[in-house]
């Protein structure tokens, strides 16, 4: 089974509105962590947003916010306000386990195009 | 935040030669590396993880003789790709923690690597 899923091979969005992007996830381990990355063409890796299975109260970075549903085991990314910059693949991420050493499993990407 | 590095940036070799990727954690300290490859379109997939002064993980189906890895000290991993063929061509990353209680992944980069 998939650890990480992410539906939406791609997405558009008008600049200005706010755009979901869906992750959900499977895991045994009671503790995880859930992470966003965004890769312009460029190709890095930029860090978003991380979400631990313990928080209590969903993250937000600006203007990136985490969904986290943890009995849905979903975590999805909402982007409020769309720029143009926004545009680029979006990776879902979890790291099992409490080790900080331990390796990150990523989803297939969803790639927003933000429109005028 | 803390900065990854990769050398080379990006490389064209011809095919039955091998190549050598540098890592580097620039203003931190990093026990545990680790590489991915991401084929065009595609998401990134770990290799391997590169633990310094002892032998790194692979993850399975990844031969370990054609993509050896050294991490002979805390700030620096490489990825040496042996006797290179075209479908090694591929996307190398690599990422480390500071191991600091960061959530965080670092990611450097990126290495093109195209195989003629």
């Known amino acids: 089974a998939q650890k990480i899923t992410q539906t939406q091979p791609g997405m558009f969005v008008q600049e200005k509105e706010a755009v979901t992007l869906d992750c959900t996830y499977d895991t045994s381990d009671p503790s995880y962590g859930l992470f966003w990355y965004k890769q312009p063409s460029s190709g890095e890796m930029i860090f978003l947003i991380y979400?631990?299975?313990?928080?209590?109260q969903n993250a937000t970075e600006g203007r990136y916010s985490l969904n986290f549903q943890k009995a849905r085991k979903s975590a999805n990314l909402v982007i409020s306000a769309s720029q143009l910059g926004d545009s680029a693949m979006y990776f879902c991420a979890m790291r099992e386990g409490r080790g900080w050493e331990s390796k990150l499993t990523f989803g297939t990407g969803t790639r927003l195009q933000v429109t005028l | 935040g803390a900065v990854v590095s990769q050398h080379p940036s990006w490389v064209i070799c011809k095919s039955g030669t091998s190549v050598k990727i540098e890592c580097r954690s620039l203003d931190f300290q990093a026990t545990t590396m680790f590489w991915y490859r991401q084929f065009p379109k595609q998401s990134l997939m770990l290799m391997a993880t590169s633990n310094e002064g002892s032998k790194a993980t692979y993850e399975q189906g990844v031969e370990k003789d054609k993509f050896l890895i050294n991490h002979a000290s805390l700030t620096l991993s490489t990825l040496t790709v042996t006797s290179a063929h075209p479908e090694d061509s591929s996307f190398y990353i690599c990422s480390a923690n500071t191991g600091l209680g960061d959530n965080e992944q670092f990611f450097g980069p990126g290495t093109r690597l195209t195989v003629l």
């Open positions: 979400q631990g299975s313990y928080d209590q």
